[in-house]
């Protein structure tokens, strides 16, 4: 298949342009920096296009390039959840591109979607549970997803919506968690600061992520929301431990240092039937 994928440099676009062109499938890779885009293995396998997607996208439309599919993972501003930005700019501006690479005749749309969309419920979150973002960037994609479901009755395609929880593995933002305690593993640093880690949280890592995505691309029969998680709740504390043992540091970890965030409840993880079919078997 030819798939078009937006924020192909960021932390999921550049595993899931791997994994799709492992899997014999053609890329269009979309991305605002083409000197980021040539520091990725990939980008000779690629068709690259520069584009900013909140400034002009029209020639992303074009016959010569519209895709059998759209992975729709451009989203700037991340990690920070709490901006107004997500609802101001980045909502109109996805919901704008989207809604014309529909018209223009993309017939499958997966994009990327946020456990965030969930806002403080707590315990096991299935994809048919009602969503109550408190977050902006949880309530942009939460509106995003319901105006595209909207849209599919008067131009019908196939939505895929890929609620990400949470993941780790080459690439992930600096300042993540598993970032900064390798950084400080490896930096020869004696005590890392925590929060006191006992929130439960679902964490995938990247690869994982990636594959899912592939499978859901060959998948199209798989629709509406799928929760991209492991199932497996852990908590923070315990992932940090082994993370320590992996690396065989024995670097002290010093709980309660940082306080809880008070945008996520303190216990919560994925339940999905269809990202069961979907994951891949471990050991792949």
Known sequence: MKVMVTGATGFVGRHVVKELLAR??????????????????????????????????????????????????????LPNYRDFFHIEKNLPADLTFLAEA?????????????????GMQCGPLDEEMPT??????????????????????ESPFTLQWMRLFYMYGEGQNANSLLAQLDRAIDEGQTVFN?????????????????????????????KGVIN???????????????????????IRINRGFYPYPNYEPMAFWGVSEKSTVLRPAEGR
Request: proline fraction near 7%; charge should be negative.
């Open 24 to 77: 014999g499938h053609s890329v269009v890779a979309i991305a605002r920096d083409v000197g980021r885009a040539q520091q990725m293995p990939w980008f000779d396998r690629v068709e690259f296009v520069l584009c900013d997607l909140h400034e002009n996208f029209q020639h992303l439309l074009t016959p010569s390039l519209l895709p059998d599919a759209m992975i729709h993972l451009a989203w700037p501003g």
């Open 102 to 118: 529909v018209r223009a005749g993309v017939p499958q749309l997966i994009v990327a979607g946020t456990c965030f969309e969930y």
């Open 132 to 153: 109550y973002p408190t977050t902006p960037y949880g309530f942009a994609k939460d509106i995003l997803r319901k105006a595209l479901q909207l849209l599919q009755k």
């Open 194 to 222: 925590i929060s006191k880690g006992d929130q439960l949280r679902d964490f995938l890592p990247i690869q994982k992520v990636a594959e899912i995505f592939a499978l859901a691309l060959e998948s199209p029969h798989i």
């Open 228 to 250: 991209c998680c492991s199932g497996q709740p852990i908590s923070v504390i315990d992932l940090v431990q082994q993370r320590c043992l992996e690396k065989q540091s024995e």
